[in-house]
T-cell receptor, first 115, second 118 residues
Framework: LAKTTQPISMDSYEGQEVNITCSHN???????ITWYQQFPSQGPRFIIQ???TKVTNEVASLFIPADRKSSTLSLPRVSLSDTAVYYC????????????????FGQGTILTVHP | GAVVSQHPSRVICKSGTSVKIECRSL??????MFWYRQFPKQSLMLMAT?????????EQGVEKDKFLINHASLTLSTLTVTSAHPEDSSFYIC??????????????FGPGTRLTVL
């Protein structure tokens, strides 16, 4: 499974756009890039997933360059409630086998949103 | 959306006792569930993959005889921490994914169980 590297922490202010970049140099052809959010003492929550280019949903956008060796999670106009840990994961998808669906969490990025 | 529950949310036990944690998929059937452990200020660590009707697959370094996993139905997986010791105190989280091959890797996580072993 490809290892991911992301900043340990980031600080922002309410109303700002936050971009969290993740490196995954060893990503494989069948890997998808997935982001999860975790609040203290709660289970993680799926945010977004992508394979290449740009993906957008109601809460975030995910930008993936052509070489797929990195990705950027973009959170528009953050609020205090977006303070959480954000995990970038590379996941083997749709291929069966023992590694299918397994999530390997890295250290994550602690995002703190200030008033 | 898919909901996963865990019970209990918090448990305190004495050293040497066994504790059972339940993980339920409330509105979908989950042939595969996953168990994670998370120590304070650390990331989640996958412990094992629970497969309905078959033996669980444990990650390297996780003692299968200490962490017993039973996935007896399509909506329930249980994790039993046997002969618990203070070092087993942690936040245990389960997750489940929709059945079948999915391009969407979304897993649905339970709220977690805080285990404290005295």
């Amino acid at each position: 499974l490809a290892k991911t590297t992301q900043p340990i922490s980031m600080d922002s202010y309410e109303g700002q756009e936050v971009n969290i970049t993740c490196s995954h140099n060893n990503i494989a052809t069948n890997d998808y890039i997935t982001w999860y959010q975790q609040f203290p003492s709660q289970g993680p929550r799926f945010i977004i997933q992508g394979y290449k280019t740009k993906v957008t949903n109601e809460v975030a956008s995910l930008f993936i360059p052509a070489d797929r060796k990195s990705s950027t999670l973009s959170l528009p106009r953050v609020s205090l409630s977006d303070t959480a840990v954000y995990y970038c994961l590379v996941v083997l998808a749709n291929a069966g086998g023992t590694s299918y669906g397994k999530l390997t969490f890295g250290q994550g990025t602690i995002l703190t949103v200030h008033p | 959306g898919a909901v996963v529950s865990q019970h209990p949310s918090r448990v305190i036990c004495k050293s040497g006792t066994s504790v059972k944690i339940e993980c339920r998929s409330l509105d979908f059937q989950a042939t595969t569930m996953f168990w994670y452990r998370q120590f304070p200020k650390q990331s989640l660590m996958l412990m094992a993959t629970s497969n309905e009707g078959s033996k669980a697959t444990y990650e390297q370094g996780v003692e299968k005889d200490k962490f017993l996993i039973n996935h007896a139905s399509l909506t329930l997986s249980t994790l039993t921490v046997t002969s618990a010791h203070p070092e087993d105190s942690s936040f245990y989280i389960c997750s489940a994914k929709l059945p079948g091959l999915q391009t969407n890797n979304e897993q649905f996580f339970g709220p977690g169980t805080r285990l404290t072993v005295l």
